[in-house]
C-alpha cells in the first residue's frame, strides 16, 4: 500500500495574504512549492527506511488549500496535474455564494480536486456552519461526489456535531483532530466531543495539525509525549479506518520537522497490526477521498 500525506500547503509567501505566519513561525516566511514537498519527503523516506519500525517512506500527498480564493484552487489544480505524486487537491469554492452550481461544474471537470475546505475556524460567528447558505452549498457537494473538510477549533465541536447531523449523506474529514488546546494542557470538553463527532459514520479525522497547537517554540525531543496523549484519544475515537496521517507541512516546521511528525505518528500506532497500520498510513486517505 502507498503511504498518503492527506494533508499539506503550498504557497508563494506575501506578508498581505499570509498575514497569519508571524514572528514565532518566521521560517514560514518564504515560498514551499511540489520540488521542496518532493525534497522533503525523499528526505523522510531516507530516515524512515533507516529505522525498521517505521516502514518505507511517503508516496503521495494531498495539497490543501490555504487561501479562500478560486485562483488558488486552480493553481492547486495545476499543479497537482503537473506531478505525480500529488494525488488529490482540497480546494475552495464561495460555497454561500448563489451560484456555487456553477462554480463546481466548472472545478469538477478537473479530477483531481477530491474535497471542498472552508476556513471556518477564522470565521467571527462561532455557528458558522449552521448557516443556511452554507448548509445550501454543502448539498452541492454532497450531489457531486466531492469531500468537505471541517478546520475548527475545539470550541466549535458541538456546532459541528449538529452540522454533520444535517448532511447524512456526505463525507466529512475533521482536520487537525479539531486543533485541541495542547499548550494549555486542556483535556475535556474536546475528548468528550470528538468521540461524540466520531460516531458518525461519515465522519474521517486527520491525525495532523497536532504540534502547533502545543507550545511549539518550546517544543523539544525530550518534551514531545504531551502530544501522544491526544494522538492516542483521536486513534481511539476514529480507528484506524476512519483516521488518516497527515503532516500539515510545512506549518509543522514551525514545531518540528517532517521526518520527525512521521516517526511520531509511526510510533503511536507501533501497537497495531499491520492492515490497521496500512489503514492509518494510506488506505483511509483513499477510501475518504476516492483516490
Request: with cysteine.
Amino acid at each position: 500500500m502507498p503511504i498518503i500525506d492527506s494533508h499539506h500547503h503550498f504557497w508563494k509567501f506575501t506578508p498581505e495574504e499570509y498575514g497569519w505566519i508571524d514572528d514565532s513561525m518566521a521560517a514560514l516566511r518564504r515560498d514551499f512549492l511540489p520540488a521542496d514537498l518532493h525534497t522533503t519527503l525523499a528526505a523522510a523516506a531516507i530516515q524512515a527506511k533507516s529505522a525498521s519500525r517505521f516502514g518505507a517512506g511517503v508516496d503521495a500527498a494531498i495539497s490543501v488549500q490555504a487561501r479562500q480564493s478560486l485562483e488558488e484552487t486552480a493553481w492547486l489544480l495545476g499543479m497537482a496535474e503537473q506531478h505525480d505524486f500529488l494525488a488529490g487537491v482540497v480546494g475552495w469554492v464561495p460555497l454561500t455564494d448563489p451560484g456555487v452550481e456553477q462554480i463546481l461544474e466548472h472545478f469538477t471537470a478537473r479530477p483531481k480536486l477530491r474535497a471542498i475546505r472552508h476556513i471556518v475556524q477564522g470565521e467571527p460567528d462561532d455557528r458558522f456552519l449552521l448557516r443556511d447558505n452554507f448548509n445550501r452549498g454543502i448539498r452541492a457537494l454532497t450531489a457531486r461526489g466531492l469531500v468537505y473538510d471541517i478546520l475548527i477549533y475545539e470550541r466549535h465541536l458541538p456546532v459541528a456535531i449538529e452540522f454533520v447531523d444535517r448532511h447524512p449523506q456526505q463525507l466529512f474529514v475533521l482536520d487537525h483532530i479539531a486543533k485541541p488546546r495542547i499548550r494549555d494542557g486542556s483535556w475535556e470538553p474536546w475528548r468528550t466531543h470528538l468521540r461524540e463527532l466520531a460516531r458518525r459514520e461519515n465522519v474521517f479525522c486527520k491525525l495532523s495539525g497536532v504540534a502547533t497547537e502545543a507550545d511549539f517554540l518550546n517544543l523539544t525531543p525530550a518534551n514531545r509525549d504531551q502530544l501522544r496523549p491526544y494522538m492516542n484519544a483521536a486513534l481511539e475515537a476514529f480507528g484506524p479506518r476512519r483516521i488518516m496521517f497527515g503532516s500539515d507541512w510545512p506549518v509543522c516546521l514551525a514545531a518540528l520537522p517532517y521526518a520527525d511528525w512521521f516517526a511520531m505518528v509511526n510510533d503511536a500506532i507501533d501497537g497495531f497490526s499491520e492492515s490497521e497500520r496500512e489503514w492509518v498510513l494510506g488506505r483511509t486517505a483513499e477510501q475518504a477521498y476516492g483516490l
